[in-house]
């Protein structure tokens, strides 16, 4: 399991590291045995070999593993033979192994640390116990020895463990990031990720170039309200940013006499540094379509509301004739069944010039309901005589039963009832072929 992690920064931190170390050893040791020209001589050669190999290796373009296998080895094989040879024995050395452990730690894999691990602790067995150099100074250095061998051990599984969790979080966290830029970079959609100093730490690119701004981190740490151009546009941000909880709104801008419009939606964060996420979308499409669409509606609806009102005159005249002529005395049998059909047929078309008329009323608003007192009995008996022609031929047999408790009279918008039961009537005549 591994990770590329990020390999120069950790190069240049561990050679900071393993220089700041060997200027400390040289200083201590001129302090501490500055009459020693031997000691002070073996001690600067083992610095400047640790920290030519390091710098040599940091320098070499190899992967993150032999990275920190080889530095592992030119930090611990110099170090650990003048403690061993030199010094005669010194207790820094194990806090030295964990060191270059932890350093290990920054190249984020698990295998090359683990092999670090077994080369430094390898050397520390085969020096203590192989060749008989001691790193414990005293007479008990050999248990020494093996105190701090089973030491070192045990931190360095603490290590691996560390460095298996690490790697993991660095990957997630890694993984979450590359989202968010890949999102960032690739949304039409604008989006600001706000402080709670009101400045900006991200901004989508698409909003970078409707701002005119080159890259999008030209615009972190700038004053969130500054990104915008026109005082309209400061104004409003301004008051977005200040409202409490979740956000979602459409709102309008004006540039060069032109109209734009957006859904904006804003989230309110907490605890995490970020004042607010906002996200908002170009919708000016989607607007002008809906305001075409609903003149096109408003326009349809007052065609059929003046066309129902031109085909009302004329049909009219013909249901006024129609009737005049029914009620004429000595008319043909054919004839009078003829007007009959001219008639019914007119209050048929009428009833549905009518329900156009409403359809029209309801979609503009205008449409009312008029009730008042209305006889049972006629509405019925005018419902049943408009629709018993639909039988035709059809082996239909229409039977009519009402209920003994129906009151004589009732209350409500006769007309409307009327279109109700039609429309009922209508259908079942027209749908029902036998029964």
Not at 118 to 125: A, D, E, K, T, Y
Not at 410 to 421: A, H, S
Request: proline share 3%.
């Amino acid at each position: 399991m591994s990770s590329t992690g990020s390999p120069d920064m950790a190069r240049r931190l561990t050679k900071t590291v393993i220089i700041v170390y060997a200027f400390i050893k040289v200083t201590l040791s001129l302090l501490t045995h500055s009459g020693d020209t031997f000691f002070m001589l073996t001690r600067v050669a083992a610095c400047a070999v640790m920290v030519t190999l390091v710098i040599v290796v940091t320098r070499m373009s190899i992967s993150n593993r032999a990275t920190v296998i080889l530095i592992t080895l030119s930090s611990v094989l110099p170090e650990m033979l003048w403690v061993a040879l030199i010094s005669n024995g010194e207790w820094l050395i194990y806090i030295f192994l964990i060191g270059c452990s932890l350093l290990g730690m920054l190249y984020l894999d698990i295998p090359g640390l683990l092999i670090a691990m077994l080369i430094s602790c390898g050397m520390l067995v085969f020096l203590s116990f192989g060749l008989g150099y001691h790193f414990g100074p005293g007479d008990q250095a050999f248990f020494d020895d093996i105190f701090g061998l089973a030491g070192i051990v045990l931190v360095n599984l603490l290590i691996i463990l560390i460095c298996r969790y690490s790697i993991g979080a660095f990957a997630q966290f890694r993984r979450t990031g590359q989202t968010f830029d890949a999102i960032l970079e690739t949304t039409p959609d604008f989006i600001a990720v706000v402080s709670d100093k009101a400045k900006v730490d991200f901004i989508s690119r698409s909003l970078a170039e409707s701002l005119c701004i080159k890259k999008r981190e030209y615009a972190e740490n700038l004053p969130f309200i500054d990104l915008f151009p026109t005082l309209e546009m400061k104004r409003l941000f301004s008051e977005f940013i200040r409202s409490d909880g979740y956000l979602e709104t459409t709102f309008k801008t004006e540039s060069a006499g032109e109209a734009r419009y957006f859904m904006l939606r804003s989230a309110k964060t907490s605890g995490s540094g970020i004042a607010r996420v906002f996200e908002w979308t170009d919708v000016t499409a989607l607007i002008e379509a809906k305001n075409a669409a609903e003149e096109a509606n408003r326009s349809k609806s007052h065609f059929l509301a003046t066309m129902s009102h031109e085909i009302r005159t004329p049909m009219n005249a013909i249901l006024g004739i129609s009737e005049i002529e029914l009620d004429r005395e000595g008319i043909m049998p054919e004839t009078g069944e003829a007007l009959y059909k001219i008639y019914s047929s007119g209050h048929l078309l009428m009833g549905i010039i009518n329900d156009i008329l409403d359809l029209s009323k309801i979609e503009t608003g205008k449409f009312e309901l008029v009730p008042a007192e209305y006889e049972t009995a006629n509405l019925i008996s005018d419902s049943i005589q408009l629709n018993i022609m639909r039988i035709g031929s059809k082996p239909v047999d229409f039977a009519l039963s009402v209920s003994e408790d129906l009151p004589a009279k009732l209350f409500g918008d006769e007309l409307r009832i009327k279109q109700v039961l039609n429309n009922l009537l209508s259908n079942a005549f027209k749908y029902t072929e036998s029964i």
